[in-house]
C-alpha cells in the first residue's frame, strides 16, 4: 500500500511525496494507512479535521464504503492524499458496508461544514435524504466510482468506461477459452464450453454495466452454441451478489457444482467481476476437486480490481484475467473535481450522455480500463508502480 500511496501521489502531485513518506506506515495488514489515527475500524475511521497538513481550503468529506476490499481502502486513501496536498481538510470515512452508518457518517460531514462530498455509495439510491441537505447547504457531490441514482443532488460523476470493463471481462473468457486471441481476433476453435455467469450487487449500479457489457460480447457465442450456461441461470437477478461477497459467491459456485456438474460433465468458464469473488469461485472449484491451477483443469475464471491475491493467483496460473483499474487516476480525477467546484467552477466532462440516475443524466469523467493476464502482469501492475515485485510474489500488500 506504501508503494501505491506514493505512487497515487506522484501521479498528479509532486510535493506530496515528503508527506507520504513520512506519513507512517507499517500498515501493509489491513492497507489502513491513515498516518495521524489509529482508530481505523470498517465502521468509521474518523480521520477527518485532524489538523493535518491542509487547512487553507476547507473541509471536504469523503465517503467510501468499505475496507473489506483494499481498492477502497486506496481509493480513500490516495482522494485524502490529493486534497490535503492541494490544501483542503480531509473527513475520510468506510462505512462497513453498513447503509445507515454511511448515511450518518454523511450527515456528520455536512453537519461538521464540509464544502464538499466524494461519494462511494454503497447503495446508490439510499441517501437521497443526504443529497438534499447537502444541495440545500450549498455542497456540491460528487459520485465515485459508483453512480448515484434518484436524485437530482448529484452534480458529478467519476468512474472508469463501466460497460467497457464488462466487454474485457468477457473478451478475456474467450481469450481464456481458446474462442479469441489477445489481439481479438477469434480463432477457429469450435466449443462448445461450458460456462457460469456472477454479477455484482444489485444495488450498485455498476452491477448493471459490467454485466451489460460482458453479455454484449458473450451473448452471440450463447445464442450459436459455443457458449453453453448450463445452469440456464443467465438474468443478472439469477446471477448477482449482494454486497460482492467473497462467501456468497463461494456458496453459489458450490451449489451450482453440486446441482449442474453433478453427472460428469465439467464447468469451464466462468464470468466473475470481481476479484474477491473470483477467489470464492476458485475456493469452491477446489474444493470440489477443480485444479488447482488452469493447466490441471481449473476453469477459465476472470475478475475486477486486481486486487494483490489475485494478480498472485493469476502469475500461479489460477485466476486466469483481471481488470485492472488505475484507482490512483480516479482519484486524481475525484480532487480535480472537487477543486474547480470550489475555486467556483465546473469540473470538465468526458461523457455527457451515459449515466442516467434515474432522474437526470449526470455529466461524467470516464477512465479507461486494462485486461490483465498473466504474460502482461509486470508492464501493467509493476512497471506502473501500482504492485511491487515482491507484492507479486507474496500476495500481500506491503
Ligand atoms: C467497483 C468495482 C468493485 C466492486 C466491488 C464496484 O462498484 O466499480 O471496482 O470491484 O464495486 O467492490
Redesign the pocket.
Known sequence: MRTRKIAAVAAGLTLAMSLAACGGGGAGDTGTDTGTDAGSEDTGSDEGGDGGEGGEGGLIGVAM??QT?E??IADGEAVKAGLEEAGYDVDLQFAGDDIPVQQQQIDQMITKGAEALII?AIDGTAISGQLEAAASAGIPVISY??LIRDSENVDFYV??D?FQVGVQQATSLLVGLGLMDQEGNETDAAGPFNIELFA??LD?N??FFFFDGAMSVLQPYIDEGVLVVKSGQTDIEQVATLR?QQETAQKRMEDLLTSTYNDGTKVQGVLS????LSRGIITALQNAGYGPGIDAGMPIVTG??AEIASVKLIADGVQFSTIF?DTRKLADQAVVAAEAYLSGGEPEANDTKTYDNGVKVVPSYLLESDIVYADNITELLVDSGYWSESEVESGVAE
Open positions: 464504503p468499505t476490499s481498492r477502497w462511494a466510482d459508483r468512474t472508469f463501466n455484482g450487487s450498485d455498476n452491477a460482492w467481476p470481481y476479484d474477491g475486477q480490481d483499474k
